[in-house]
């Protein structure tokens, strides 16, 4: 079939997907980073606690070692994915600090981005959803020409990549039956 007929076809199966995805929500998928900071803080979050985190600064393991006597209830992906995202969006800048409401300026964390972004082309299905790669797989399907034209910056990639090594796999009955395509 050559790519003049192809197109159209390719068109069809993906706008006849997009209604059948559009009145999913993202519950289905493991917490993102911000999710799970602000479930562990309370609601609403103390705004002096929730500046003191998200002015501090340190890396992915120190984060797992600060959270691990803390964050109660958590599993150890859940952990893993929270220190990934507070390792990779902070510090946050000085005037982002001193905002009110600086829970909503936090930024995206990997389920949102996913949801967000991945569908403004094409919706989250089985394939996406049941990879198992690790970060630098992840951070490759930026590299190929349809994804390097994203409008996200590289600590937005760097979240997509370490929420969805940590992760995904999903299981395949995990995933929505209106996605298992």
């Not at 209604?19 to 309370?42: E, R, Y």
Request: charge should be negative; hydrophobic fraction near 40%; glycine fraction near 8%.
């Amino acid at each position: 079939m050559s790519a003049r007929r192809l197109f159209p076809v390719l068109l069809c199966i993906v706008l006849g997907a997009a209604p059948a995805s559009a009145q999913l929500d993202s519950s289905f998928m493991p917490g993102g980073g911000k999710t799970l900071l602000l479930g562990m803080l309370g609601q609403p979050p103390d705004p002096g606690e929730l500046r003191n985190i998200a002015g501090a600064s340190h890396g992915e393991a120190e984060w797992r070692d600060i959270l691990a006597g803390r964050a109660k209830g958590l599993g150890d992906r859940e952990l893993d994915t929270l220190a990934a995202y507070l390792a990779v969006n902070l510090p946050m800048p000085a005037e982002v600090l001193a905002r009110k409401d600086l829970a909503a300026a936090l930024p995206q964390d990997g389920r949102e981005l996913a949801w967000n972004e991945c569908q403004s082309c094409h919706s989250l299905f089985a394939g996406y959803l049941t990879h198992d790669r690790d970060a630098q797989g992840w951070r490759n399907i930026f590299l190929s020409p349809f994804h390097r034209e994203m409008k996200m910056s590289e600590q937005e990639r760097e979240e997509f990549a370490r929420y969805s090594a940590i992760n995904m796999p999903m299981a395949h009955e995990d995933v929505p039956e209106d996605l298992r395509f």
